[in-house]
């Protein structure tokens, strides 16, 4: 056993303050660059400087690597630097404007930057102006004597025409006088209109007389009616062009000066141009201020309001993309990257039981704000919020952006649809998740490939050399000048470090997720306040890691309060036949631990082979099922090379209520298997971990510290005895991290670690009896394991096959039945 024994030297590695060349953090300066990240740097500098189509960047990594200030960082470096080779990079901005042949359709015109709201502006002025200057001038006495002239001629006209027919009835002997039903020919008698009984009284050809001459009068009236009509027609129409006349100078006049600023942009041009049109035909809204100021220039007549429509709305600018105060190309991070925050809303108001809406209420989304720059997104948000996704994928590949109603996404009917012309988009859109979702992406979406040609991939771990461990020592110096908290010295470094170690369990790394490490940081800072101490030194660190670990491991604690109180069965002393403890991992998401399960095999006669009990119950995972499979392989090659198996074994986590995964258990199943066939006891203070091949190579597994700890927890309430301790692979020694009370009680020899490379070294270690090698005669050596198991598997495939003869004798014996 003392072969395979490990010292206590390389349980853990420990961090030699004397290696930093300085007495206190404050001597350094903050990190800043990112460490150990090359990879992905130059996955991100790649992306990001590679200006064709879908050069889109996936940056995948665990959380806490610095993945998004890695990102932000270098386009930060990367503007800088455009900017110094191009004084001349601009933006555009961004207006909707009022589309005069569709309201419903809002037209997009871009102006250069900063031109957006100086342009909404000049329209208010423009506005202002038209209704002070147009107002002054229908108020004048020259217009209204025009419009009066006008007006009186019609009126003039018009009683001329109503003149002639009452002549011409009064000819036919009638009177023409208005009546509650309208005008009306009154039959005259003597000059006097007759009564109806008087004209009831006239003979009846004279009665059909007078109602012909009436209709032909009612003819005649009909047509002046018409005439008359007509007439206030054409007066209205010259009242119009007196109007439009009158104004056309006045708006010419000031249309021109913006026309001419802005001719260069045929959308702008287009749309003054459509705007003066619109002010010529509507001068109706001009002609009268209202009795108060309006509270601003794009107020307009209280009438129009009532149904709805602001009829300043025309002349109103909707800047809905302002770079104005942008520096250069925008960075934008969207947090919450729902429907309408990605790719903009249509907002309404709510007026006399409708909703209404209009090119003033459209909003923009994060794709809008981007444009020309970066837009960084959480994958999983983008993938978890509906019609994000293929939405976005629509929007790079076509390199527009839709305001789209969500409610239309979802196939649901939307009030009063706007369709707003689309924007064009240059965007660079920057993925950020985890390694699982691009590979899931990759292969189930067959338009990520085409959008998302770069992969910036960032390392969880790096590797622990001088250099990054004096990175680490400046990071810690940056965390503690950002937060304005107290320095460490060398000896806190030195902690923190071998801490990162421990977080990816091995000794020649250091883990890279540097949001955990700077949670230490803060906390080993706060213990120290309290402690009254200067500076963060490695007591402060140490008590902040144990702090935490308490303030975590209630279901640690209540598992072994369990084994304890004897509730969970776990023998840490004696030896039994058959029986071993193994080791697994328990990961709650905050904390994780390891626990010993108590393994068990019974062998038997019979050729059912191995029967795991876990399967047959349906509580194991594919992964632990090959691992017993491979049970099989391993005693086939071994012992069955000139006789065949005749076994039937069954293995069983005891007390397991639950479902067992991965193949970690494997060695310990195949160990309590040979101990039962060779009915040989194993040492049940020795815990084991450890897959096994077939071949009976012991395989690396994971949670190593975690498991050695358990066990090591579970046997300190019941008294070491110098004869515990945990068998593991040896090929993970480099991953041991182990608190420092496990390797002070190693070191005192009250506890030990033990690593093997074969089952035989492991079987060794468990019953204290050699494996022993076959020899030249291909015979183990008696007494050993590998005699024992292989004799008894001998004797049980020698019984089988006795017992099959006779069964065959039995039935060759048996007469059959007489035929009739």
């Keep these: 056993m003392k072969d395979y024994e490990v010292s206590a030297g390389k349980l853990r590695w420990r961090c030699d303050p004397n290696i930093f060349d300085f007495e206190c953090t404050d001597e350094l300066t903050p990190l800043g660059e990112f460490i150990g990240q090359e990879r992905a740097i130059r996955g991100i500098e790649f992306g990001l400087s590679m200006e064709l189509d879908g050069y889109n960047i996936y940056v995948a990594g665990l959380t806490g690597t ?154 005649k009236l009909q047509a002046t009616f018409e005439t008359a009509h007509e007439m206030e027609r054409k007066t209205g129409e010259k009242v119009r062009n007196v109007d439009k006349t009158t104004a056309d100078a006045i708006v010419s006049r000031l249309f021109a000066s913006l ?105 923009p989304g994060a794709i809008h704000l981007a444009n020309g720059g970066f837009l960084l997104l959480s994958a999983m948000d983008v993938l978890t919020n509906p019609a994000v996704w293929p939405t976005l994928k629509r929007v790079i590949k076509t390199k527009e952006a839709r305001i789209e109603d969500p409610f239309e996404q979802l196939g649901l009917m939307a ?108 906390e080993a800072e706060f213990w120290a306040n309290k402690d009254e101490a200067k500076l963060v030194s490695a007591k402060h660190v140490e008590q902040a890691v144990e702090e935490r670990r308490f303030r975590h491991n209630l279901p640690d604690e209540r598992i072994k309060e369990m084994i304890n109180r004897g509730t969970i069965m776990i023998d840490v002393e004696g030896a039994v036949v058959g029986q071993v403890n193994g080791l697994s991992v ?79 258990a494997s060695s310990t199943e195949l160990y309590s298997l040979l101990s039962s066939l060779s009915d040989v006891p194993l040492q049940q203070g020795i815990a084991v971990t450890g897959s096994v091949n077939q071949k009976g190579d012991i395989q690396p597994i994971g949670g190593v510290n975690q498991k050695i700890e358990g066990f090591f927890q579970t046997c300190l ?19 041991l991290m182990l608190r420092q009370e496990v390797v002070d009680a190693v070191k005192e020899g009250k506890f030990h670690i033990y690593a093997v490379d074969t089952i035989d070294e492991g079987i060794e270690v468990l019953t204290g009896v050699p494996a022993g090698k076959k020899g030249k005669s291909g015979k183990y050596p008696a007494g050993s394991i590998n005699y024992l198991v292989d004799k008894r598997l001998r004797e049980m495939a020698l019984k089988l096959k006795e017992f099959a003869h006779s069964d065959d004798g039995e039935k060759k014996g048996k007469k059959k039945p007489a035929e009739v």
Excluded at 591 to 620: A, D, H, Y
Aim: proline share 5%.
């Design 415 to 522: 009030p009063q649809g706007l369709k707003p012309q689309p924007m064009p988009v240059n965007v660079k859109v920057v993925l950020i998740g985890d390694p699982n979702l691009y590979r899931l992406l990759a292969e189930y979406d067959e338009d990520f490939w085409e959008i998302f040609k770069v992969k910036a991939d960032f390392d969880y771990e790096v590797a622990r050399n001088k250099e990054n461990m004096m990175a680490f020592a400046a990071f810690i110096a940056g965390c503690c000048e950002d937060c304005k908290k107290r320095h460490f010295d060398r000896t806190g470094v030195a902690r923190v470090v071998e801490y990162a170690s421990r977080m990816v369990a091995d000794q020649e790394k250091l883990s890279s997720r540097f949001a955990q490490i700077k949670q230490l940081v803060e």
């Design 259 to 363: 026309l001419d600023e802005y001719r260069e942009s045929e959308k702008i041009v287009k749309y003054l141009t459509d705007l003066k049109t619109f002010t010529l035909d509507n001068l109706d809204s001009f002609k009268e201020k209202a009795a108060e100021q309006p509270q601003s220039p794009l107020e307009m007549l209280p009438s129009f309001m009532s149904r709805g429509r602001d009829p300043s709305l025309p002349f109103q600018v909707n800047v809905f993309v302002d770079n104005s105060a942008a520096a250069g190309p925008p960075v934008i991070t969207e947090a919450n990257p729902n429907y309408t925050n990605l790719f903009g809303k249509i907002e309404r108001r709510f007026v006399f039981g409708a909703y209404l809406s209009d090119h003033t209420m459209l909003k």
């Design 66 to 219: 610095g993945k998004t200030s890695a990102v932000k960082s270098y386009i930060k470096k990367l503007v800088s630097e455009k900017q110094k080779k191009a004084n001349d990079y601009h933006l555009d901005d961004w207006c909707y404007l009022h589309n005069f042949a569709d309201a419903d359709r809002p037209q997009l015109a871009n102006l250069p930057q900063g031109k957006g709201k100086a342009f909404r502006d000049q329209m208010s002025r423009l506005l202002q102006m038209l209704q002070e200057e147009l107002a002054k001038t229908f108020a004048s006495e020259e217009y209204k004597t025009q419009q009066k002239k006008l007006i009186e001629e019609n009126q003039e006209k018009q009683q001329k025409l109503f003149e002639e027919i009452r002549e011409e009835a009064k000819k036919q002997g009638f009177l023409l006088q208005m009546t509650a039903s309208g005008l009306a020919f009154i039959p005259l008698a003597n000059g006097k209109p007759m009564t109806q009984d008087e004209f009831m009284a006239l003979e009846e050809s004279i009665q059909k007389q007078l109602e012909a001459r009436r209709n032909e009068l009612v003819k």
């Design 586 to 664: 328990y990961s709650l998401g905050d904390v994780t631990f390891g626990k010993p399960s108590r393994i068990t095999c019974k062998t038997f006669l019979g050729r059912s082979g191995i029967i795991n009990i876990e399967r047959e119950s349906q509580l194991s995972g594919r992964i632990h099922d090959k691992g017993v499979m491979i049970l099989s392989g391993y005693l086939g090659s071994k012992y069955a090379q000139e006789n065949p198996l005749a076994l039937s074994a069954s293995l069983c986590f005891e007390q397991s209520y639950e479902g067992v995964e991965g193949d970690s």
């Design 717 to 735: 309430p019941k008294g070491l005895n110098g004869k515990q301790g945990v068998m593991i692979p040896r090929t993970n020694l480099i991953n």
